[in-house]
């Protein structure tokens, strides 16, 4: 029997509150913004700036002046690239790679304080709960591709 309205409106306002908590906590830490570039650039080594805007869902113009500050730093080396001279291409510097792994622990840390009084299992739980509800939506996703117009209240999926 799949879940009630109540209870999938109970884990949307759970989840909304969640992600409104950790967009605030990005957008008033320098870092966080550092780490979700040189995350991108770290796994897709010699990555043009529209992709990692892309990736992220930001305007080009926020990682072009993010991309200028990360080498100004020295974390990260712009070249031209040479499929399309006028792109570049970002790559991460041996103190970026430092950087991102200084910054992954610094949000390790972070989310260890938060969870330090819970049970392993409980974290394990959550974890694969967090995988299967991203796991259902790209299924459902994929598979809805519904004509416009029609509203979720109206797809089959809960309980009044």
Request: with cysteine; hydrophobic share 40%; glycine share 4%.
């Given at each position: 029997?799949?879940?009630?309205?109540?209870?999938?409106?109970?884990?949307?306002?759970?989840?909304?509150?969640?992600?409104?908590?950790?967009?605030?906590?990005?957008?008033?830490?320098?870092?966080?913004?550092?780490?979700?570039?040189?995350?991108?650039?770290?796994?897709?080594?010699?990555?043009?700036?529209?992709?990692?805007?892309?990736?992220?869902?930001?305007?080009?113009?926020?990682?072009?002046?993010?991309?200028?500050?990360?080498?100004?730093?020295?974390?990260?080396?712009?070249?031209?690239?040479?499929?399309?001279?006028?792109?570049?291409?970002v790559s991460l510097t041996p103190e970026g790679e430092e950087e991102l792994a200084r910054l992954r622990e610094v949000g390790l840390g972070r989310f260890a304080t938060f969870v330090s009084h819970w049970e392993p299992a409980e974290v394990r739980t959550l974890t694969a709960l967090l995988q299967k509800l991203e796991a259902s939506k790209a299924t459902v996703s994929e598979r809805e591709r519904r004509p416009a117009g029609r509203r979720w209240a109206q797809q089959p999926g809960y309980t009044e």
């Open positions: 029997m799949p879940p009630s309205k109540r209870d999938v409106a109970s884990m949307v306002q759970a989840l909304f509150t969640l992600v409104a908590s950790l967009e605030r906590a990005r957008r008033a830490s320098p870092g966080a913004s550092t780490l979700a570039v040189l995350e991108v650039v770290g796994a897709r080594q010699h990555v043009r700036p529209s992709e990692v805007a892309e990736l992220q869902r930001v305007h080009p113009s926020l990682v072009t002046r993010q991309v200028r500050s990360l080498e100004d730093a020295g974390y990260v080396e712009v070249t031209l690239d040479p499929t399309d001279r006028r792109s570049c291409l």
